[in-house]
């Protein structure tokens, strides 16, 4: 992947700015029965351990105007923001260190509650439709203002797909959807978003790339993030940000469309999605990779400047393994891999982001291990480097994906410099 300097721009549009919220100020809605992501218990067991951290909205939206500064990790594989990538340390920027630069602009994401029912038009053009459903029974949607047939909902591909049927269907710009449902068919939630046609809002993005160890990254304010929607009413955060050592790399798909044309606005629907359908408290994933192969920061970690990580060296849980998250870093290639790989360039994006985290963590990513929660306890014989289908009932990260993940293993146990 080449390292140019500058703005990325990414499906044609420059991958930095961000939305400044709902549009007309709207508040997450009510989804019924929403799934507990984490059926851990809240005290972590030995020998592992707990750090936590819940930042007042006004701290993390200010920080996040620019880079906060961080200090070199040890062993200093994983520095971040600018530097070359020679194999020599990098550091991050010193404590008051204003790496903030030039305002780019994204469209305000919209959102229109759905929930409940099987018909819907909306006043915007969609980006997607998210849905959640019960499980069983056939279901189906059409785009009514856009001369498309019904088209299967296939939940089994969906990385979400243990989350109770949660789905993301490409709206292409339509505002008018049907759905076709089981007779038996309850609680359905449902939520129109659009990440690519609102106004234009502002944002300062950090001034020089974003770097870990042997790659760039897009950070959340580069892709767009909307951080107002990980807090309450009341300015407070929705969930605590927990840490844990690394043992796991698990890769997904996100089961969305292959044709995007901006991966920004996928992913800030995926984000949306995450938080107000499906109850969680940000985007579930440690980081994603688009098919141009640039590698974007997924959860918030705080503000060390660390994507993934705190400052001392210990993933956030995210949620992306329905009940062993914790310590379990997820990677998840935008589109949908049932039926086709991977692009060399997010393919290599893949190996080399892997090959940096098991370097830092000390993982092979050829080798097995016993997973074990942190919080719960609970256990699981996976391999190192797992696909999403190796801890539960789903088909992700698609056939064709886990089919290339013994070849993706060994190229990053060779990238770490393992023999």
């Not at 591909?157 to 076709?180: I, K, P, Q, Y």
Request: hydrophobic share 35%.
């Amino acid at each position: 992947m080449k390292d140019a300097t500058g703005p990325w721009r990414v499906g044609g549009a420059v991958s930095r700015g961000a939305p400044a919220g709902l549009a007309g100020g709207r508040t997450p809605p009510s989804i019924p029965n929403v799934p507990t992501p984490h059926t851990d218990t809240t005290e972590p067991i030995s020998p592992t351990h707990r750090r936590t951290s819940r930042l007042p909205r006004r701290a993390v939206i200010g920080a996040a105007s620019g880079v906060a500064a961080a200090g070199v990790l040890t062993p200093a594989v994983f520095a971040v923001t600018g530097g070359s990538d020679d194999g020599a340390p990098e550091a991050a920027p010193a404590a008051g260190a204003d790496d903030s630069g030039p305002t780019e602009r994204f469209a305000t994401t919209r959102t229109e509650d759905t929930s409940g029912v099987t018909e819907a038009a909306v006043d915007f053009p969609l980006t997607y439709v998210g849905l959640r459903l019960p499980a069983g029974g056939d279901a189906a949607i059409r785009f009514t203002d856009a001369d498309e047939g019904w088209q299967n909902l296939d939940r089994t591909a969906d990385c979400g797909s243990a989350n109770e049927g949660a789905t993301l269907v490409a709206a292409r710009g339509a505002s008018r959807f049907e759905l076709r449902l089981p007779d038996d068919a309850r609680d359905v939630a449902g939520l129109a978003v659009d990440t690519e046609h609102g106004a234009q809002r502002a944002r300062s993005v950090p001034g020089s790339p974003q770097r870990m160890r042997g790659t760039r990254y897009l950070s959340r304010a580069e892709w767009g993030a909307d951080e107002s929607l990980r807090f309450d009413e009341n300015g407070e955060p929705i969930g605590e940000l927990t840490y844990y050592p690394a043992q796991v790399v698990t890769v997904h798909h996100t089961a969305t469309t292959n044709d995007y044309t901006d991966a920004a606005a996928e992913i800030r629907a995926i984000y949306t999605f995450h938080i107000q359908t499906n109850g969680w408290t940000d985007i579930g994933y440690h980081f994603l990779i688009d098919r141009e192969g640039h590698i974007y920061e997924g959860h918030y970690t705080g503000d060390d400047g660390i994507p993934a990580h705190d400052a001392e060296g210990d993933v956030i849980t995210a949620t992306h393994v329905g009940g062993m998250n914790s310590g379990n870093v997820g990677i998840a290639l935008l589109g949908n891999l049932v039926e086709q790989p991977p692009t060399d360039a997010a393919r290599e994006s893949l190996v080399t982001l892997i090959a940096v985290l098991s370097r830092f963590h000390g993982l092979d990513p050829r080798g097995e291990t016993r997973f074990v929660n942190p919080v719960s306890g609970a256990e699981r014989d996976v391999s190192v480097v797992s696909g999403h289908q190796d801890w539960m009932e789903t088909e992700c990260p698609g056939a064709v994906m886990y089919a290339e993940l013994d070849a993706v293993r060994e190229a990053a146990a060779e990238a770490a410099g393992l023999r």
